[in-house]
């Protein structure tokens, strides 16, 4: 039962790596993925809902009557949770610092293209929606696939290849390139608090955050 989930979960991530690629140079012939207007759009609200929708009654598929898989359980300790957690979170800050002075083609903030360039208050209700979007459900329905079903399934493998097995394919999984640089650390550091913890709400936390000072700092700047 163990290898069939094992192969189910990696043909999803598979697929969402494949599906996202495809959408990333399919649309860059000059310009990429995603436009920063997107974000001030129903549409996107309402489509990203419907693919996370689908998305997680995957999981919770491959997951059905092994749900301690997600991960989804009380950390060891509060405290130590909320030392690990900031502790990811200056690794991650200190890589995107790094990353950002690397003479890249495209910055990883602007391949990703969902951070606005600018404020448009007349589409605030749609930046909102979009904010519920990316700060509530795309973290808790990533992190329950990659953090929580996925470092589950891989603990045969051992500790750390599973934390690095786990990161590797959450970067992959969003089908950017430049943004690997920095994708790929934060879901080994996210990997990494889930096994300190053995939770996976301190990751749901932290990723919410994450996305919430880029959307923020990007109409704020």
Do not use: C
Request: proline letters at 5%.
């Amino acid at each position: 039962m163990s290898r069939g989930r094992l192969i189910a979960w990696s043909s999803l991530v598979g697929i969402i790596a494949v599906l996202n690629y495809a959408a990333r140079f399919s649309s860059s012939s000059g310009a990429s993925g995603n436009s920063n207007s997107d974000v001030y759009s129903y549409s996107t609200f309402a489509g990203g809902l419907v693919v996370y929708a689908f998305w997680l009654g995957i999981v919770l598929w491959i997951a059905a009557g092994s749900w301690w898989l997600l991960a989804l359980r009380r950390p060891r300790s509060i405290g130590k949770a909320v030392g690990f957690a900031a502790a990811a979170v200056a690794a991650i800050y200190v890589i995107e610092a790094i990353v950002s002075v690397l003479p890249l083609p495209e910055s990883p903030g602007k391949e990703q293209g969902l951070a606005p360039t600018h404020w448009e208050p007349a589409h605030a209700g749609a930046f909102a929606a979009n904010v519920v979007l990316y700060t509530m459900v795309a973290p808790v329905v990533e992190e329950l696939t990659f953090r929580g079903l996925g470092q589950s399934l891989l603990q045969f493998i051992g500790r750390w290849p599973s934390i690095i097995v786990v990161g590797v394919s959450f970067g992959l999984a969003h089908g950017l390139v430049e943004a690997l640089l920095v994708l790929v650390p934060f879901g080994i550091a996210l990997a990494w608090v889930r096994d300190r913890t053995t939770s996976v709400y301190p990751g749901m936390v932290v990723h919410a955050l994450f996305n919430g000072v880029a959307l923020a700092a990007a109409v704020l700047t």
